[in-house]
């Protein structure tokens, strides 16, 4: 299994504003991902977070929105930027381990005012 | 439609009842997932299914993958108030690539 640490878990930004959510995982892992999920619904895939390389985006996000990084096997960062009222919501960071079972952080809940 | 069609959205049951959540794709499953949410929080891992046919138990949570791997299914015997929240089925839909589709959630509420 891998634990992952995310923080913040949770957040209030003023519009126009930036955040940025750390995620950190207590072993190597082979795949990282981005998820949002918007109040009420489930959770959608942002972007695959390739380790020395750029991440891989899902169709509606872009980079300029959200940059990511993922400088080793065991870290990644996303930032949101640009902050408004509709990027309020749950962030979660999912990591794959070597047997393909993926764990997910606690989430940060973000809240756009 | 959707590409992962989660059953039913909503379930109460009375404590000590049985229950199956459904998860259906329109693509074929390379895995599938299953979490349980408490509003608010992270995902926690229940069990992966890769194999068609593949069964998996925990406690009193089993989950199975159909031979066809297009369906799977996450029963729950003799439930009880700490089975109460979300579960979700995230569907593996692009080889060996783990980006996960996931369905919408079942809301399970179980009264004592």
């Known amino acids: 299994s891998a634990v992952i640490s995310q923080k913040p878990s949770r957040d209030i930004c003023q519009r126009g504003t930036s955040l940025t959510i750390q995620c950190q995982v207590d072993?190597?892992?082979?795949?990282m991902f981005w998820y949002r999920q918007q109040p009420g619904q489930s959770l959608t895939l942002i972007a695959t977070a390739n380790q020395g390389s750029e991440a891989t985006y899902e169709s509606g996000f872009v980079i300029d929105k959200f940059p990511i990084s993922r400088p080793n096997l065991t870290f990644s960062t996303l930032t949101v930027s640009n902050l408004s009222p509709e990027d309020s919501s749950i962030y979660l960071c999912?990591?794959?381990?070597?047997?393909?079972?993926?764990?997910f952080g606690q989430g940060t809940r973000l809240t756009v005012v | 439609s959707q590409e992962l069609e989660q059953s039913p959205q909503s379930l109460i049951v009375q404590e000590g009842k049985n229950l199956t959540i459904n998860c259906t794709s329109s693509k074929t499953l390379y895995g599938l997932y299953w979490y349980k949410q408490k509003y608010g929080e992270g995902l926690i891992f229940l069990m992966m299914?890769?194999?068609?046919?593949e069964e998996k138990s925990h406690e009193k949570i089993t989950a199975k993958l159909d031979e066809k791997k297009q369906q799977s299914s996450l029963h729950i015997t003799a439930s009880q108030p700490s089975h109460a929240g979300i579960y979700l089925c995230?569907?593996?839909?692009?080889?060996?690539?783990?980006?996960?589709?996931f369905g919408s959630g079942t809301q399970l509420t179980v009264l004592p």
């Open positions: 999912s990591a794959i381990t070597g047997s393909l079972a993926a764990f």
């Open positions: 072993s190597q892992v082979t795949m």
């Open positions: 995230g569907a593996a839909t692009r080889g060996s690539a783990r980006q996960l589709t």
């Open positions: 299914l890769q194999k068609g046919g």
